[in-house]
T-cell receptor, first 112, second 111 residues
């Protein structure tokens, strides 16, 4: 059974640019969540999608957005990048409310 | 709304026991526990619902006190492979079950 796949693994972007990250969940998982991980702030919840609908959203500015497609694949977009957006972005999928999350290996974003 | 974990860091010798605590200021629907090794993604350990004890794998178990909004992770007879950062994750009631990870506990097991 394939795990959660995130692409790309590494990205270097310039301040002001935008970026799109991709996540393919485990087959059959309809819930996809996104997290930002930094040494100072730990794991911060960005948003969760279920069946193409955003079910929950964390406390991030509107520059952070996402979407989920009918095949449960999800994308996350960050516009007008700032230096502080440098982080490891993790995607996780779940089979439902009573199950844990399976994480992908993450995308390491560096903003210069 | 981020749950607080204690201790922040702990160093153990192989075979010793440890307890990691997770405390939330909000009423909780469930608590998850994850372990993250350096350079890797977090790995799910177990989920607890409504004040139950959940036996995990190896010698790791946990409890969830719904009234106190607290959970504890118990690691007995620790092994070198237990080293990593442990996170609790909490689903908060009446918020559409928003999910927040705790502050993390770094656990190092030495021979």
């Amino acid at each position: 059974k394939a795990g959660v796949t995130q692409t790309p693994r590494y990205l270097i972007k310039t301040r002001g640019q935008q970026v799109t990250l991709s996540c393919s969940p485990i087959s059959g998982h309809r819930s996809v969540s996104w997290y930002q991980q930094t040494p100072g702030q730990g794991l911060q919840f960005l948003f969760e999608y279920f069946s193409e609908t955003q079910r929950n959203k964390g406390n991030f500015p509107g520059r952070f957005s996402g979407r989920q497609f009918s095949n449960s694949r999800s994308e996350m977009n960050v516009s007008t990048l700032e230096l502080g957006d440098s982080a490891l972005y993790l995607c996780a999928s779940s089979a439902g409310n009573y199950y844990g999350y399976t994480f992908g290996s993450g995308t390491r974003l560096t903003v210069v | 709304q981020q749950p607080v974990q204690s201790p922040q860091a702990v160093i153990l010798r192989e075979g010793e026991d440890a307890v990691i605590n997770c405390s939330s200021s909000k009423a909780l629907y469930s608590v998850h526990w994850y372990r993250q090794k350096h350079g890797e993604a977090p790995v799910f350990l177990m989920i607890l619902l409504k004040g139950g004890e959940q036996k995990g794998h190896d010698k790791i178990s946990a409890s969830f006190n719904e009234k106190k909004q607290q959970s504890s992770l118990y690691l007995t007879a620790s092994q070198l492979s237990y080293s990593g950062t442990y996170f609790c994750g909490t689903e908060i009631r009446n918020t559409g079950n928003q999910f927040y990870f705790g502050t993390g506990t770094s656990l190092t097991v030495i021979p």
